[in-house]
């Protein structure tokens, strides 16, 4: 059963995640259930803030994307369909210079996207489902989702991350978001 999705106003969405003390079963499960929700929705990543839990904890799936990506693993390169899904638990990102326009949506976000500007590649060292350390080098388009999912597990959303140019046509759009989840949040609490 896919979990709930967290959209934009819930303050979750703004909460930095815990760290994962310990990758147990109940960690694999919401992992697996996030994975769920974020293929429900066709998406190509998801936080767990987004599923209502701050954590570090996101999961990603770049196969069903046309645009390019790579993935190394100690110095060598492996074919990205091989990691997929990929869970990431307590990652840490380490920029590689050089930068890149792209469009970007999030599920939080329902119908929005806009370029937003990210690092072209990315270094990641982070634990995986088996609770085993994991480094990584990722380009292209699963560095951008990689950066944009790390962003949510530190309360960081896209919308942060666009010029005032990119995002001005949004924000009536935005606006609106948060003021249905807002308001369903308000209801919620009184049933
Ligand atoms: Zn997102």
Redesign the pocket.
């Known amino acids: 059963m896919p979990l709930r999705l967290v959209l934009y106003g819930d303050p979750i969405l703004r909460t930095k995640g815990a760290e994962i003390a310990r990758v147990d079963d109940a960690i694999r499960d919401l992992a697996a259930r996030m994975i769920t929700t974020m293929r429900a929705h066709r998406?190509v990543?998801?936080?767990a803030q987004?599923v209502g839990r701050a954590l570090m904890l996101c999961v990603v799936d770049v196969r069903e994307v046309e645009r390019p990506s790579q993935l190394f693993l100690g110095g060598r390169e492996v074919p990205v369909e091989s990691m997929m899904p990929l869970t990431l638990i307590n990652p840490r990102l380490e920029p590689t210079p050089g930068s890149e326009e792209g469009s970007?949506?999030?599920?939080?976000?329902p119908g929005l996207s806009a370029p937003v500007t990210r690092a072209a590649s990315v270094r990641l060292a982070a634990l995986g489902l088996d609770g085993r350390p994991l480094a990584l080098l990722a380009t292209g388009f699963l560095a951008r989702a990689i950066q944009?999912?790390v962003?949510?597990l530190n309360g960081v959303?896209?919308i942060d991350r666009m010029t005032p140019e990119a995002r001005r046509p949004l924000e009536a759009e935005i606006r609106r978001i948060e003021r249905d989840t807002k308001a369903g949040l308000k209801k919620r609490r009184r049933h």
């Open positions: 998406g990543g998801l936080a987004q970007e949506g999030c599920l939080s976000f944009h999912e962003d949510h959303l896209f």
